[in-house]
């Protein structure tokens, strides 16, 4: 009888996507834990007062206007129900969230139907992307997963 993983590992050979993939399920657990899907993400941060999900043009102005007075530190979270990568970064945002309550994160979905104008004001061109703003000032963006880039911007901007 042949071994279950002996075709998963030719592939793993031969193919560096395939390899990557094998590193990042066995990372993070994926063969044994579903993604979170939209609703949970939602639902788990509806607890947390440092957590928002901004749903319309006048709460992302208001939440921007806040960040940009510097009377709150914030981070900017853009995001869509359809990106594999955003529902990666999900727990990880909530994580620490909850490690920084004094720093207010704000979920906003790119395809919710008021916030297109005020996207295009920040110019986020791709999801998922992190602002972070301290002091009135956006001081760091991350364009993409890097869990260990935004770890470390969050200890430097808000510790």
Same mark, same amino acid.
């Given at each position: 009888m042949k071994n279950q993983w002996s075709n998963f590992h030719q592939i793993g050979r031969n193919s560096f996507?395939? +390899?990557? %993939?094998? /590193? $990042?399920?066995?990372?993070?657990?994926?063969?044994? %834990?579903? !993604?979170?899907?939209? =609703? =949970? #993400?939602? #639902?788990? @941060? *509806?607890?947390?007062?440092?957590?928002? $999900? !901004? *749903? =319309?043009? @006048?709460e992302f102005n208001? +939440?921007? =206007? *806040? +960040?940009?007075?510097?009377?709150?530190?914030?981070?900017? /979270?853009?995001? +869509?129900?359809?990106c594999g990568p955003c529902r990666l970064l999900a727990p990880v945002i909530l994580e620490l969230s909850n490690k920084y309550p004094? $720093? %207010? %994160?704000?979920k906003v979905d790119i395809d919710e139907g008021g916030l297109t104008n005020a996207i295009g004001k920040q110019n986020v061109s791709a999801v998922p992307t992190l602002q972070f703003f301290k002091g009135g000032v956006k001081k760091a963006e991350i364009v993409g997963v890097d869990v260990m880039k935004l770890r470390n911007v969050m200890e430097k901007l808000y510790k």
């Open positions: 996507l395939a +390899a990557s %993939t094998i /590193y $990042v399920s066995t990372e993070f657990n994926f063969l044994n %834990t579903p !993604l979170p899907d939209r =609703s =949970s #993400f939602c #639902f788990a @941060a *509806k607890d947390r007062s440092s957590f928002v $999900v !901004l *749903k =319309s043009e @006048a208001s +939440a921007l =206007s *806040k +960040a940009r007075d510097g009377s709150l530190p914030s981070v900017f /979270y853009f995001t +869509a129900a359809w004094d $720093v %207010t %994160t704000y």
